[in-house]
Nanobody, 115 residues
Framework: QVQLVESGGDLVQAGGSLRLSCTAS????????MGWYRQAPGKERELVAA???????RYGDSVKGRFNISRAKATNTVFLQMNNLEPEDTAVYYC?????????WGQGTQVTVSS
């Protein structure tokens, strides 16, 4: 059974940085798509960053230039480096991976940015 486990969420002051990690367990098959989404209270879940086949990268407009997605293919791990954080970045962050055509979600990790 594939499970995604996220870590790295924390409380940080505006202007600070955090690095989120998400590792898939229960499979030796590499994910073809890895991504991060977030959901703030009262808002819909939105794309933060996605990486397709390790090459094509997309970012949400609000995080371009501040966030960076990367991966460690050998361990099926995806990272999200978040710099210059803003209070508007406060949300639960979820990772998502597509493995053999199926989408898997992590349980979410809370990121809180204080002003």
């Amino acid at each position: 059974q594939v499970q995604l486990v996220e870590s790295g969420g924390d409380l940080v002051q505006a202007g600070g940085s955090l690095r989120l990690s998400c590792t898939a367990s229960g499979t030796i098959i590499s994910a073809t798509t890895m991504g991060w989404y977030r959901q703030a209270p009262g808002k819909e879940r939105e794309l933060v960053a996605a990486m397709i086949n390790g090459a094509n990268v997309r970012y949400g407009d609000s995080v371009k230039g501040r966030f960076n997605i990367s991966r460690a293919k050998a361990t099926n791990t995806v990272f999200l480096q978040m710099n210059n954080l803003e209070p508007e970045d406060t949300a639960v962050y979820y990772c998502k991976m597509k493995i053999r055509g199926y989408d898997y979600w992590g349980q979410g990790t809370q990121v809180t940015v204080s002003s």
